[in-house]
């Protein structure tokens, strides 16, 4: 079965550093892109970017280039959003989800389960 | 950036209504790059529709997909209970791949 689990939620402090992660399993990791997603409290979904873990190229979002820093690491099959200073606007449910295709198709399939990030003072 | 603006904002349904969604595109985009998911509340996102009308892998055949460049829409034929939930497209034609804003269909 194809998977996408992502690491716990966190509470944060503004200015603080983190970075969440989320596992793949179940499928050739290095052959997919995997994209994340923002869901600030009652809205919609943002896309911030996607990584192909193969050779780590890298797309982002212009709302959220400098804002983030997705990174992979292949070895254990695991791809990254990362901040290096919080701000209380970052407050949002991150999701990861595999680029999926199929000929000239392309989806976001699965979904991991979502990462609740808190940043409060 | 492709804006994607997703009409209504709420749509107020009853159970076994037809539901008819709309998804226009600021500018041309391939029905293969259009998608369509389905949110419920306090879950992940899950993929209805790809390639603007093909249903994803155990998806019921109430749901249909349609549309081609800058207009798309999602129909459900009959609603039941589990369909009421928010409704988001995506594209996948150009960087950034946005999404819309989505649309909620409530229970009337």
Redesign the interface.
């Known amino acids: 079965e194809v998977q996408l689990v992502q690491s716990g939620a966190e509470v944060k402090k503004p200015g603080e550093s983190l970075k969440i992660s989320c596992k793949g399993s179940g499928y050739s990791f290095t052959s997919y892109w995997i ?1 994340w ?1 923002r869901q600030m409290p009652g809205k ?4 911030m ?2 990584i192909y873990p193969g050779d780590s190229d890298t ?5 959220f280039q400098g804002q983030v820093t997705i990174s992979a690491d292949k070895s254990i099959s695991t791809a990254y959003l990362q901040w290096s200073s919080l701000k209380a606007s970052d407050t949002a449910m991150y ?1 990861c ?1 595999r ?1 999926e295709y199929y ?7 699965p ?4 990462t609740l990030v808190t940043v409060s003072s | 950036e492709i804006v994607l603006t997703q009409s209504p904002g709420t749509l107020s349904l009853s159970p076994g209504e037809r539901a008819t969604l709309s998804c226009r595109a600021s500018q041309s985009v391939s029905s293969s790059y259009l998608a369509w998911y389905q949110q419920k509340p306090g879950q992940a996102p899950r993929l209805l529709i790809y390639g603007a009308s093909s249903r994803a892998t155990g998806i019921p055949d109430r749901f249909s997909g349609s549309g081609s460049g800058t207009d798309f829409t999602l129909t459900i034929s009959r609603l039941e209970p589990e369909d009421f939930a928010v409704y988001y497209c995506q594209q996948y034609g150009s960087s950034p791949e946005t999404f819309g804003q989505g649309t909620k269909v409530e229970i009337k």
């Open positions: 994209g997603v919609g979904l943002e896309w970017g996607i797309r982002y979002s212009p709302s999701y989800a680029r000929g000239d198709y392309v989806w976001f399939d979904w991991g389960q979502g």
